[in-house]
């Protein structure tokens, strides 16, 4: 096994998800699986090979900087689970 | 007489000689959902009211005498990942369960200028994270081929409404073969545009180097139709291309005289489904036959095709579904403070597979391991890509089947993740490359599932794949069989 619970709970923290004990084994199992397949790459020779990000070689895009109507901020907020006087409301995030 | 079967360009004809109105198409679709929908479950949610709407107001304009646009009055569906307005969006996701969009995405307010009926939201894999529809948070849909078998995905619900009739043409999209592939397990037409031929603003991200917006529909002539509905570059979108959109039906001849195809050694695997196989070479010697040139090519990179964009696909959803924090709007599960709020959040409310590649993308991206991962899949990336450049050199189209196996069951692979990425081998290439490419019907299995050819063409030359299609289309009676929904009665 090349993944380790210590991985697991690194990469969930980082993922912003808490995986439940009894869940672990099987995410370290796939997860283990999946990177030994992954291997395959290192045969690979790429030195001197550029990375590729975008398909098409499509760089810096500009458009006139003009003032057009943008989301009203009733709608913006309308999906909000929480708000407060125009505001996503959230818990308290800075100790007093 | 039934309508439901028609493919979109007869309907339109016929709404225009005034033989049928939109309001007697859209019931006789909605009778067709209340027939089979049960047993599909294509879709996540219905519009009926809206839709009916919509179909009196085309009825009122063919009344009047004006002429009317290729899709006004004819019922579609919409992948539920595809922003619009005022009707819930939930990307088959419990975190968007109740999301309602504020804003259309690009492809719905071109979509809106043709006055389609809109009959609802197409199940998929949540997330567009699939191949099976079976990820979708809510329930799977059934092949309507024989409902024990899946219906592909991630666009499984698109390709099955398409292919039970519940929908006479749809939208879905493809990040790594989401269209394609359920095309060809559901016996439909699908294409995936050259990576920014569509505008990709309003459309949930998966992976945005790869994904792409996207027809589903009858038959080759309608793919036409509904791609030129929806290309074009889009302000609101930046990786849109600026290239001309040429009039895709053009591209509705039967000509593929001195057509060079390519046939690349490395798509025909040694896991493949020998009906498959069989189905695809001779779908290939009709194109000879028709006068085509087939040469043997090779891309040597395709073996690392998964690997690369099971790193590259996961690394950009880790990063897309950051978003999905409980804050600004989706489902919100309180925690003590912000960090656990947003914990708890994304723990409740994503689903497993999804959850898997978030910490995928999260591993390769981390520290210590990008450059081993990330990177070296971006390098090899560059390879894959440089593989198709070489080839076009030579050929004007590629040809390979779209799927290694024809549909397989509900349940049959759904424990081993591995095993489900790695039926995506003929397809995620192009996803990587940015490159075009169109599944269509080309025989069945010996249990008479049907099996999809793959056409790939060159950046921006959807017009050359699409006469293809319809050259092979026309020699065949493919289109005229409507799936039966066998295996349960």
Known sequence: MKVTQEDLDKVAVLSRLSIPAEESGKYIGQLDKFLTYVENLKAVDTENVKPTTYALPIQNVFREDVVKPSLDRELALSNAPLKEDGYFKVPRVLEE | ?489
Not at chain 2, 442 to 452: A, E, F, N, R
């Open chain 2, 1 to 489: 007489m039934r309508l439901y079967d028609k493919p979109a360009h007869v309907l339109h004809d016929m709404l225009v000689k005034k033989e049928i109105t939109s309001v007697e198409l859209t019931k006789d679709v909605i009778s067709r959902i209340d027939e089979v929908e049960d047993d599909v479950k294509a879709y996540l949610s219905q519009t009926r009211d809206e839709a009916l709407k919509q179909a009196e107001a085309a009825d009122a304009r063919i009344a009047k005498g004006e002429e009317i646009s290729f899709l006004e009055g004819i019922p579609g569906a919409i992948k539920d990942n595809i922003c619009t307005k005022g009707i819930t969006t939930t990307c088959a996701s419990k975190i968007l369960e109740h999301f309602v969009p504020p804003y259309n995405a690009t492809v719905m307010e071109k979509l809106q200028k043709e006055h389609p009926v809109i009959l609802g939201k197409a199940n998929m894999d949540e997330f567009a994270m699939g191949g099976s529809t079976e990820n979708s948070a809510y329930y799977p849909t059934h092949n309507p081929w024989n409902t024990e078998c899946v219906p592909g995905g991630s666009s499984g619900g698109s390709a099955a409404a398409v292919a039970a009739g519940t929908a006479i043409w749809a939208l879905g999209s493809d990040t790594g073969g989401s269209i394609r592939q359920p095309a060809s397990f559901c016996g439909v037409v699908g294409l995936k545009p050259t990576y920014g031929r569509v505008s990709r603003y309003g459309l949930v991200a998966y992976a945005s180097s790869l994904d792409q917006i996207g027809p589903l529909t009858r038959d080759v002539t309608d793919c036409a139709h509904v791609l030129n509905v929806i290309a074009g570059l889009d302000e609101m979108d930046s990786t849109s291309s600026a290239a001309a959109v040429p009039d895709y039906t053009k591209s509705l001849v039967e000509d593929v005289k001195g057509l060079k195809i390519g046939l690349p050694k490395e798509y025909f695997t040694e896991g493949m489904d020998p009906d498959v196989e069989k189905a695809v070479r001779e779908a290939i010697g009709k194109f000879k036959e028709m006068g085509a040139e087939v040469i043997d090519i090779s891309l040597p990179h395709t073996d690392y095709a998964i690997s690369t964009y099971y790193l590259i696909a996961p690394a950009e959803a880790a990063t897309n579904l950051e978003r999905y924090d409980g804050v600004s709007y989706g489902e919100r599960v309180d925690g003590a403070d912000v960090v656990e709020l947003m914990t708890n959040t994304r723990s409740a409310k994503f689903g497993e597979e999804v959850k898997r590649r978030i910490m995928i993308g999260n591993y390769a991206l981390s520290a210590g391991y990008y450059d081993a991962y990330y990177l070296k899949a971006l390098k090899v990336r560059t390879l894959v890509q440089q593989d198709y450049t070489e080839a076009f050199q030579k050929v004007d189209v590629i040809m390979a089947p779209t799927a290694p196996t024809p549909a397989f069951k509900i349940g049959e692979m759904i424990a081993d993740p591995l095993q489900m990425y790695l039926q995506d081998i003929c397809t995620v290439p192009l996803n990587l490359a940015g490159l075009p490419g169109i599944s269509i019907p080309c025989g069945y299995s010996s249990k008479h599932m049907p099996i999809g050819l793959q056409i790939i063409g060159k950046a921006l030359d959807e017009a050359t794949i699409l006469r293809a299609a319809y050259t092979y289309e026309q020699s065949q009676n493919f289109r005229n069989e409507m799936a039966q929904l066998g295996g349960k009665n």
